[in-house]
């Protein structure tokens, strides 16, 4: 049996590790340990659906999923949508708890992408939420929900116009006060699709030659616009994406197949570029934006 | 769709063989996906709208002058943006289409953005109603035909016997003959008056 340790803290910053375990899988069972788990973002819990996913698929049956020991954590998991989304792709080792009655403070609950109206349901589930949070917490005009909200909705496209496979898309406010000195929305997208190189590839793998492969597919969509349609007006959504995020000053990361590509602000280390990864399937997007200094 | 009776109260548009009609975007949407919301996101969804108003101007002739109403639309992305801006201004400029002239209401900040890319992105231009009685002509302009514009938005219509005076250079008066072969002024073709568009849709603002 495969045992994969879930890092303590999943986040952006450690997704890459477990999506890497997923993909070299090699045993049938297999069981994800979290039950260390203290911290975790909406990059940390979609990513583990897209790695039981990841892991389903290839070896047949639900993964086992050890859950977190803190009470916390499964309180978070719970109000985040975590469980129901999970429904189907882990067995669960562990209690689940009770989603809560009351409201909740999240941004946007996980929510599976598989088709048009998926998108509707995120965009009108953010208006009001999303307003507050940007507007008070991260000090955005209170204008920016629109941004916001179109932002959203390109990306959760995304899905369903290239990957061909099922997606989620979650998202929260954070104090990184350590980190930052300063709060943030983290937004969390990924799919377990063909991911960018299979999307591409019939359209503009010649032009590359030798070097197509899953870095130079990331950079023909994330820097130059490419798209497998031949209609001149797409492509455009990840290009408009990039420019609003770099207009918050925060930062958007692309993993897909052994790769990953970023465009990151002064305050994120993160490199431009990643090309020794995993082959992980589809694609993995998160995107940070900052509060205003 | 509003089709207001002939003889709509502006003068000096006589000559204008056209009823303009207004097309509220925001109630397309309400019909087209199930929503509290009229939110314009996903290319289908906006797929959907432009195919609506092509149907409703289907019916319009071979000429014709349709003040598209985005006032009520919350959200606008651009995917929606490219499909019920870009290619619907596309569709009429092909030489087997109606003559079909555009005005977009309500293209408020939040809205400005997205149509301003996929214009540009497409080298396509459209006059639109940025603050209330406010109009601009957005997209992909060359400096003449913005020079153009201006003046004869400024004027909303020229006669025949004024336009050199109008458009001193050749330049300009260039420009505004790219304007209506663009389909953001109106050239009549009776008395060979230029019109602002933003002058013939005025009773329906």
């Not at chain 1, 892991?55 to 993964?63: F, K």
């Not at chain 1, 930062?251 to 990151?264: L, M």
Request: with cysteine; charged share 20%.
């Amino acid at each position: 049996m495969n045992v994969f340790p879930v890092p303590a803290s999943l986040d952006h910053q450690t997704v890459d590790e477990l999506l890497d375990s997923a993909a070299t899988s090699s045993e049938d069972h297999t069981l994800f340990d979290a039950r260390h788990v203290r911290w975790i973002d909406p990059n940390g819990m979609v990513g583990l659906l897209v790695a039981g996913s990841v892991v389903g698929e290839r070896h047949g049956g639900s993964p086992r999923l050890e859950l977190p020991e803190s009470a916390d954590v499964l309180g978070y998991l719970s109000r985040m949508g975590f469980f129901r989304a999970a429904e189907g792709i882990f067995e669960f080792d562990g209690r689940v708890p009770r989603r809560a009655s009351s409201p909740s403070d999240v941004l946007l609950e996980i929510t599976p992408i598989r088709a048009n109206e998926d998108v509707h349901g995120v965009i009108d589930q953010v208006q009001n939420r999303a307003g507050t949070v940007l507007a008070s917490t991260l000090g955005y005009p209170a204008t920016a929900v629109v941004p916001f909200s179109v932002i959203l909705s390109e990306v959760c496209q995304n899905i369903i116009e290239h990957a061909d496979g099922l997606g989620w898309v979650a998202a929260q406010s954070y104090n990184w006060a350590k980190r930052l000195g300063r709060h943030v929305v983290v937004i969390s997208v990924m799919d377990v699709g063909r991911g960018f190189r299979g999307s591409l590839t019939d359209e503009h793998s010649a032009r590359y030659g030798d070097r197509w492969g899953d870095t130079t597919a990331l950079e023909a969509a994330f820097l130059h616009g490419l798209t497998r349609f031949p209609d001149s007006g797409r492509g455009q959504g990840i290009q408009q994406i990039r420019r609003q995020v770099q207009r918050w000053n925060g930062a958007i990361t692309i993993r897909s197949g052994a790769a990953r590509i970023a465009q990151v602000p002064e305050w994120d280390d993160s490199p431009p570029v990643v090309d020794d990864l995993e082959p992980c399937p589809g694609a993995q997007i998160s995107i940070i934006l900052p509060a205003v200094e | 769709m509003d089709r207001p009776p002939k003889g709509n109260g502006v003068e000096g548009i006589g000559d204008v063989l056209v009823d303009p009609v207004a097309i509220d975007v925001g109630s397309l949407v309400r019909k087209t996906v199930t929503s509290l919301y009229s939110h314009l996101v996903t290319r289908p969804t906006g797929r959907a709208v432009r195919m609506a108003i092509e149907t409703q101007l289907s019916g319009a002739g071979v000429t014709s002058l349709s003040l598209i109403d985005l006032s009520e639309v919350t959200i606008l992305d651009f995917s929606c943006a490219d499909e019920v801006v870009a290619k619907l201004l596309q569709r009429y400029l092909g030489h087997d289409t109606p003559d079909a002239f555009f005005v977009f209401k309500g293209v408020s900040e939040p809205h400005r953005d997205q149509i301003q890319v996929v214009l540009e992105r497409q080298a396509l231009v459209a006059v639109a109603e940025t603050e209330p009685g406010r109009f601009e002509l957005l997209g992909a302009a060359a400096d003449a035909e913005g020079r153009a514009w201006s003046t004869l938005e400024q004027r909303g219509l020229v006669e025949a016997s004024d336009v050199e005076a109008a458009f001193p250079d050749s330049a300009a008066r260039s420009g505004l003959d790219a304007l209506v072969a663009r389909r953001v002024a109106f050239r009549s073709e009776t008395s060979g008056r230029y019109h602002a568009l933003s002058r013939l849709v005025q009773h329906l603002l």
